[in-house]
């Protein structure tokens, strides 16, 4: 006879280093919550539909609470040999309250039970990362706000390619972070289904209201089949998916920071308290958080692989192999909200090197593609003033000038519609102004781009 909570049938117990292999208990723990919330929903349905009696569902929410309380005082002592945190609680609970406790698994099993709380885990988890999102496009709306006017390259090819407001080029990080944002919120209505009384698999011949459940756990529907219930785990690989995504975003980004706080670039400084040295170098600030953050991608990236890989061929309805969902979950979900709030912890702080920012568009030919365009406003074919620009770029280079810097005579050597208004033109600040097109980096597209996107976080309660 085993002492296990199926031990009926065997005959012999497995050793402790096979049970130390099924168990889930060292993870699975993190569901406790959710855990003892599908429990009190499930006994409150039971006693409303007369399956157990009154009394012994107080029994069972009153001994509930008292282990949530205990394992918060770190008064609860899990077993291995009790396999996951659904046994471990239930072994526990009847302990303390003897029979009632042996009821509450009336009409469901673990397996729609270990759905249930990943449900509740995912949906909570998931409303959390999109309040981080949020708060981290209002920080880079807030950094945007106060540089319209900094003036900055924007590369193709990491070549310094035109001038670009810095405002713009931080500002096509909310707008990345908010597509992520409505990704997760589109992935609610398939993360907010109930599972719970689909039991093993094919639902039970006890009198349960699935719908009541639904709505004492506050999800927005039941799954329709019972098999479905317990074998789907694509809102975790969506999540997973949207975890990654938005990870990419941000390495994306992190990357960015780590160029802009070269000693090559110097766009940005970043605060000592988000930067750290090294253990040889004196002089070194390493930013060490940005790295961290464009590194930890290998790990989203690699969960969603993983999950995917496992669920590929998985037979219905519940394999043990699903239990293999949770430890990727658990690290992507820590990994995102911890790299989302140290990213805008790092974001408020740096500062941004405007006077060097405004500088470095006057050392260089970022400003290449206006004069070919002053050209064709006095009638030269953009092929001919192309080729005239570039000449002039390669005088320039051999002489170690810029275009603000080549005298008059020389440009009306090349082409005799060349003015001294060609000057103005060609400052880097005139060069945005001239864009007018929306969605530009031009001062007032940016402008109004950021009160579309002061809306756009302002429409959230809409
Ligand atoms: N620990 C298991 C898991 O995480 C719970 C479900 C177990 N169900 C079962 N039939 N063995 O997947």
């Known amino acids: 006879m085993s002492s296990k909570a199926w031990g009926g049938r065997f005959q012999q117990q497995p050793e402790d280093?096979?049970?130390?292999?099924?168990?889930?208990?060292?993870?699975?723990?993190?569901?406790?919550?959710e855990d003892v919330q599908g429990s009190i929903a499930h006994a409150t349905m039971l006693a409303n539909q007369h399956i157990i009696s009154q009394d012994d569902k107080d029994a069972i929410i009153n001994g509930l609470k008292e282990i949530q309380q205990?394992?918060?005082n770190g008064k609860l002592d899990f077993k291995k040999s009790l396999e996951d945190i659904h046994l471990n609680i239930e072994h526990e609970l009847i302990q303390r309250v003897g029979d009632a406790g042996g009821k509450l698994h009336t009409g469901r099993s673990r397996n729609d039970q270990v759905a249930t709380d990943l449900h509740l885990y995912v949906k909570k988890e998931v409303q959390d990362i999109q309040t981080l999102i949020r708060s981290f496009q209002t920080s880079i709306l807030n950094l945007a706000q106060s540089h319209v006017d900094t003036i900055m390259p924007g590369y193709t090819h990491l070549q310094r390619a035109?001038?670009?407001s810095f405002a713009h080029h931080v500002m096509t990080y909310f707008w990345m972070l908010d597509r992520d944002y409505s990704r997760f919120v589109d992935s609610m209505k398939r993360?907010?289904?109930?599972?719970?009384?689909?039991?093993a698999l094919s639902g039970t011949t006890h009198p349960i209201d699935r719908h009541e459940t639904q709505q004492l756990l506050g999800f927005g529907s039941v799954y329709e089949n019972s098999l479905d219930a317990v074998s789907d785990r694509d809102y975790i690989i969506e999540t997973l998916h949207n975890i990654s995504l938005t990870m990419i975003h941000l390495s994306r980004f992190a990357e960015e920071i780590i160029f802009w706080s070269t000693d090559e670039a110097k766009f940005i400084t970043l605060s000592d308290a988000f930067s750290?040295?090294?253990?040889?170098m004196p002089q070194k600030k390493n930013p060490d958080m940005a790295e961290l953050i464009r590194g930890k991608v290998g790990r989203t990236t690699g969960h969603l692989m993983s999950m995917l890989v496992t669920l590929k061929g998985l037979p219905l309805a519940y394999n043990k192999d699903l239990q293999e969902d949770k430890e990727g979950l658990f690290d992507s979900v820590r990994t995102v909200k911890g790299s989302l709030r140290i990213f805008e912890g790092m974001l408020d702080t740096m500062t941004v090197n405007t006077d060097r920012l405004n500088k470095t568009v006057h050392q260089d030919f970022s400003n290449a593609t206006e004069l070919a365009d002053y050209l064709v406003a006095k009638d030269v074919p953009f092929r001919t003033a192309h080729e005239i620009v570039g000449k002039i770029v390669y005088e320039c280079i051999q002489q170690g000038i810029y275009l603000l810097d080549v005298p008059l005579a020389r440009y009306q050597e090349l082409n005799t519609n060349i003015d001294q208004d060609v000057?103005?033109?060609?400052?880097?600040?005139?060069?945005?102004?001239?864009?007018?097109?929306?969605?530009s980096t031009g001062q007032d597209a940016v402008r109004h781009q950021l009160n579309v996107a002061k809306k756009v976080l302002n429409n959230d309660t809409l």
Do not use: M
């Open 162 to 164: 035109q001038p670009i």
């Open 70 to 72: 205990d394992f918060y």
């Open 423 to 439: 000057y103005d033109y060609l400052k880097p600040e005139n060069c945005l102004s001239r864009r007018k097109s929306y969605g």
């Open 17 to 33: 280093w096979v049970d130390e292999f099924n168990a889930s208990i060292d993870f699975d723990q993190t569901l406790l919550d």
């Open 191 to 199: 993360i907010d289904i109930s599972p719970l009384g689909a039991a």
């Open 276 to 280: 750290t040295g090294s253990s040889i």
